[in-house]
């Protein structure tokens, strides 16, 4: 991961004012589909790559979790998260996911949220999640979707009545850095195709699940621009297994 922009001061204090940084996964526009691919949480031992404010965290051990880890490189992040936390089986750690280095069979369930296009090594980030996993265990992850990382600047385009014209897609193929526009900051991102996702997935024995590509629920509609989230796939969130 080449920058942590979550500990700069101006931008975490714009980004926890985000809807579902305050109210967390009921104002997550892909929640809903995310929670239906997620595997029974019970007895599990579970991690969580690039675990933001613990909203995973805390509902894996409501859900029966027999212990969880949320890493992450951010340490504004993982104060929040330790704040919000109230479960003895969950724990928190500072770590880049490229660092990952846990013994075989470590986790039954590995889980991450909107963090992998923030590696330039899918790649590698699959190996170390193969390697840490039980047999048959469940890597369940989200990311932002290809066609909305392809572009580069993550903008509308408008019209000359400053009206929503289309979304830019374009170098689809050219994978690698990205710098996105968001809070009147430049974040760094890592485009990747579905191919890569997916295959890459395959390579490293894994088996595919479940793939999907998640619209906002009927609940969020009047949030401003939600309704534009149709218009093109923001994200994609995909369940793979460890084939044995």
């Known amino acids: 991961m080449e920058e942590n922009e979550y500990d700069d001061k101006s931008f975490f204090e714009?980004?926890?004012k985000f809807p579902r940084s305050v109210e967390g996964l009921k104002a997550a526009g892909e929640w809903p589909t995310f929670q239906k691919m997620l595997p029974d949480f019970h007895d599990k031992?579970?991690?969580d790559i690039g675990c933001g404010f613990g909203w995973?965290?805390?509902y894996a051990a409501q859900n029966g979790a027999k212990s969880v880890l949320g890493i992450d490189l951010s340490e504004n992040m993982l104060k929040v998260a330790q704040e919000k936390n109230h479960y003895d089986n969950v724990h928190y750690?500072?770590?880049?996911?490229e660092d990952i280095d846990f013994p075989e069979n470590s986790f039954d369930i590995v889980i991450s949220?909107?963090?992998?296009h923030y590696t330039p090594d899918f790649n590698l980030i699959c190996q170390k999640v193969r390697h840490s996993l039980s047999p048959n265990g469940a890597f369940v992850f989200s990311v932002e979707h290809p066609i909305f990382t392809a572009y580069g600047n993550q903008e509308w385009f408008y019209d000359e009545n400053g009206e929503i014209a289309c979304w830019p897609v374009d170098h689809y193929f050219e994978e690698g850095k990205r710098e996105a526009d968001f809070l009147n900051h430049k974040v760094v991102k890592y485009h990747k195709t579905l191919t890569t996702y997916v295959n890459t997935l395959l390579q490293n024995g894994f088996t595919l699940k479940g793939l999907e590509e998640p619209t906002p629920p009927k609940h969020l509609l009047d949030i401003p621009g939600m309704k534009d989230e149709f218009r093109r796939p923001m994200m994609l969130i995909i369940s793979a297994k460890r084939a044995e």
């Not at 750690?93 to 996911?97: E, L, N, R």
Request: aromatic share 6%; proline share 0%.
């Open 113 to 116: 949220s909107l963090a992998l």
């Open 14 to 16: 714009a980004y926890s």
């Open 45 to 47: 031992r579970v991690l």
């Open 56 to 58: 995973h965290d805390i």
């Open 93 to 97: 750690q500072k770590m880049a996911m």
